[in-house]
Every structure is written in structure tokens, then in C-alpha cells.
């Protein structure tokens, strides 16, 4: 019904997001990986995808065309409700989601809080042969920024988010030119 939302972002945090179009205020529930690519922008545009419920209506929201693809792909599972494809998403970027699911890496997924060996089992054996519908090329082109993919990384190892985003601030500060992988390791050896 909804295929996209552009407006002003009032509110972001790891788990929502609240854009205000026409005087509207729209909920959107995100994942990591999409906060970490919601510009501090006047004007910001969510992809959406709308899930109705017995109990609530609830509006996904997702910075790229390829996360909402792979959203849609684990919906298609059985036993994989919205929140459990939203908690995927947070810890695995839609190209690793996708690369797990095709090579059967069943126990990558296995490591997502919430996703049991059968569950992960189940993902793999439903989307192996679907997996390749997802557009390669918006996957493959996805680069968020540098801080934003070692906060996330961080973060999906398990160290808690406040102390992961100063440690990559100042990082990042001192050296605004390093890669993602060379924060991480300087951030790890801070933490």
C-alpha cells in the first residue's frame, strides 16, 4: 500500500523513527542498519512497508531498496514474523543476509538473538533458491558511512552502544580517513 515516505525526521533511535509528512507524524519501526543510514538531513526519504496485525498496524521503514527486498524474502518464512526480519536486518547488512542464505551458513543466522537452529535451518532451505530475485547490483552498491558501519559491527559483537560510539567518534576523529575494518580493530583494542 506504501512504497515510500519523504518528509522531516523529528525522532531517530536504534529502533524507530518518527518523519513527519503533511503534518503527519508517521512511526516507523527500523533496524540498525537503517539508523545507521538516516542522514541528519532536513528532508529524508524511508522506504516503507506496511504490516497489519489482529492487534496493531505497523509501519518498517528501510533506507535501501535492497533491505526492504531481503525484509520482504524473510517474511515469506514460516515462523519469521516482521520483528524477527527487523532483528536480522540489525545484525547482518542485507548483502551478508543474503551471501549466509545462499553459501547455507545457517549458523551465522544462528547468532542473531531470537533465531533458533531450526529457525535458521528453515531460512536457509525456504530462500537459497530465491535469494537470487534480490537486485545484486543495489545490494553490491550499498555503502553507508564509515562510522555508521563500525557503530553497527560493534555493536552486533555485542559491546553496548554508548561506549562503542565514542570510542569510534574519536576515532574516526583522529583519523577521518581510515576504513571501516581499521576503526574496528582500533576500537576493539579500546574497548
Not at 152 to 163: I, K
Not at 170 to 187: G, L, R, Y
Amino acid at each position: 500500500m506504501f512504497h515510500h515516505f519523504v518528509g522531516k525526521l523529528i525522532e531517530k533511535s536504534p529502533a524507530h523513527a518518527i518523519l513527519q509528512c503533511g503534518g503527519v507524524g508517521y512511526y516507523f519501526h527500523i533496524s540498525l542498519t537503517t539508523y545507521g543510514q538516516l542522514p541528519d538531513a532536513p528532508e529524508v526519504k524511508l522506504l516503507a512497508h506496511a504490516v497489519y496485525r489482529e492487534d496493531a498496524q505497523l509501519l518498517f521503514g528501510f533506507a535501501t531498496a535492497a533491505e526492504r527486498d531481503v525484509f520482504l524474502l524473510l517474511l515469506g518464512v514460516s515462523g519469521v514474523g516482521a520483528n524477527t526480519a527487523r532483528m536480522i536486518l540489525s545484525a547482518l547488512q542485507p548483502a551478508e543476509a543474503i551471501q549466509a542464505i545462499a553459501s547455507g551458513n545457517s549458523g551465522l543466522l544462528q547468532r542473531i538473538k531470537g533465531i533458533g537452529a531450526k529457525t535458521a535451518q528453515r531460512i536457509v532451505v525456504d530462500l537459497r533458491d530465491k535469494v537470487g530475485k534480490v537486485d545484486a547490483s543495489a545490494i553490491g552498491g550499498e555503502t553507508g558511512s564509515v562510522r555508521g558501519e563500525s557503530i553497527q559491527a560493534l555493536v552486533v559483537l555485542g559491546f553496548p552502544r554508548t561506549a562503542v560510539e565514542k570510542s569510534v567518534a574519536s576515532i574516526v576523529a583522529n583519523t577521518p580517513e581510515a576504513t571501516v575494518e581499521s576503526v574496528v580493530k582500533q576500537a576493539l583494542a579500546q574497548l
